[in-house]
């Protein structure tokens, strides 16, 4: 039978791929990175299902999910000009089709896409966390970045019906579960800096999601992660519902790993129980 | 405001190097074939991207313009105009 073994938050940021090449492995992000990449490798996962918020790169305005599940072979990417290698990886198109039928039985009316390329929000985190491209994904993805967003709780219920989808799966096949996301950053709208194009206004909430995070207070997670919220936490602040979906996966556990960069709204954690 | 069509615009600078050539050579002739209000198009020639935002575009994509300096946008000139918009979306919780 397919178990969940172990799940993973990570940030996304365009410019790590440059950044970690220019700085080198002792850099702090390139550390935070090999720390969660350590986790993933001890785990043995035959797939990886990762919860990403697409960036209006494969998604727009004429077509927008607010939940949608990838089911295909293939995918390529980065499909936005971020500047780092491009890759092809595999999709776990079986089980895919299995969490999407699975959510359709259980009232998550789940959009489907068998031909697309994604963001650097799935191409950043697999370039460090599986550099080779070895482990199939299923990629599904919510709107966190064009309001109104779905509520934390019926995110964190996506990840519990992905759950029982993949308890269900009569085949042996070892998951792990991926979140991708920062908790504050403003890319372009008012609270930008001076002189800037991007910044993080709300190092506050991201230490307290950290602090939830750690302890597994999953319940005022869910209480305080409003929309409004994490509206204050710029307009990046609903990729925290993909960690919340990932949550909704594994349930109320306490992360083996877990470390913030709190000036730039970001943490990096590993939950295993093997 | 078609809102819309000033958010595709937007990615096709992104996408479209010749689109965005032309944006640099002569933007008023390079959005004519955009579906845009007036006062749309002024506000794009004008790079008031405050009033975009405030009519509902997104940010990420008005965003691009300063990276290649369309319509007279630098990123601290970007960077002044939209942090005096006002966000539809703040709100008390």
Same mark, same amino acid.
């Given at each position: ?5 172990? =799940? ?6 365009? $410019? ?18 090999? +720390? ?8 043995? !996962? ?10 209006? $790169? ?20 980065? $499909? ?12 776990? !198109? ?57 509520? /934390?709780?019926?995110?964190? @219920?996506?990840?519990?019906?992905? *759950?029982?989808?993949?308890? +269900? ?28 194009? =991007? ?7 991201? *230490? ?67 | ?20 050539? /032309? ?8 959005? =004519? ?47 002044? *105009? ?9 709100? @008390?919780?």
């Amino acid at each position: 039978m397919a178990e969940i073994v172990a =799940a993973f938050g990570v940030p996304h940021v365009p $410019n790590f791929p440059a950044q970690v090449a220019r700085e080198g492995p002792q850099s702090k992000v390139a550390r935070l990175y090999a +720390e969660v990449a350590s986790h993933l490798d001890a785990v043995s !996962a035959d797939a990886l299902l990762v919860f990403d918020s697409d960036h209006l $790169n494969t998604f727009f305005f004429d077509n927008m999910p607010t939940f949608l599940v990838g089911v295909t072979e293939s995918i390529e990417g980065p $499909n936005d000009q971020t500047p780092m290698p491009h890759y092809r990886i595999g999709g776990h !198109a079986q089980l895919a089709g299995h969490v999407r039928a699975s959510g359709l039985a259980r009232g998550f009316d789940l959009s489907l896409s068998q031909d697309f390329s994604v963001d650097h929000s799935i191409m950043v985190p697999l370039h460090f966390l599986t550099p080779r491209m070895q482990i199939p994904i299923v990629p599904m993805f919510i709107n966190g970045l064009c309001p109104p967003l779905p509520g /934390a709780r019926r995110c964190y @219920a996506l990840g519990e019906m992905v *759950r029982a989808a993949v308890k +269900e799966w009569p085949r042996n096949l070892r998951v792990a579960v991926l979140a991708s996301g920062s908790f504050s950053l403003e890319i372009g709208g008012p609270k930008v800096p001076h002189d800037g194009i =991007a910044g993080t206004p709300d190092q506050e909430w991201t *230490r307290r999601v950290q602090h939830l995070l750690a302890r597994a207070q999953i319940n005022d997670l869910l209480a305080e992660a409003t929309a409004a919220r994490m509206q204050r936490a710029g307009n990046i602040g609903g990729e925290l519902l993909n960690w919340i979906a990932m949550l909704g996966v594994i349930g109320e556990r306490k992360p083996r790993f877990i470390e913030g960069e709190i000036e730039h709204g970001r943490c990096y954690g590993a939950w295993r129980w093997d | 405001m078609s809102v819309y069509a000033v958010n595709k615009l937007c990615r096709d600078a992104l996408r479209d190097l010749g689109f965005r050539a /032309a944006l640099k050579r002569d933007p008023a002739s390079a959005i =004519a074939p955009f579906d845009l209000t007036a006062d749309e198009r002024n506000a794009l020639l004008c790079g008031d991207v405050a009033r975009l935002f405030e009519s509902g575009c997104h940010a990420f994509l008005l965003a691009y313009l300063p990276r290649w300096e369309l319509f007279g946008l630098t990123i601290p000139l970007y960077s002044e *105009r939209i942090r005096k918009a006002r966000d539809p979306r703040d709100q @008390a919780d």
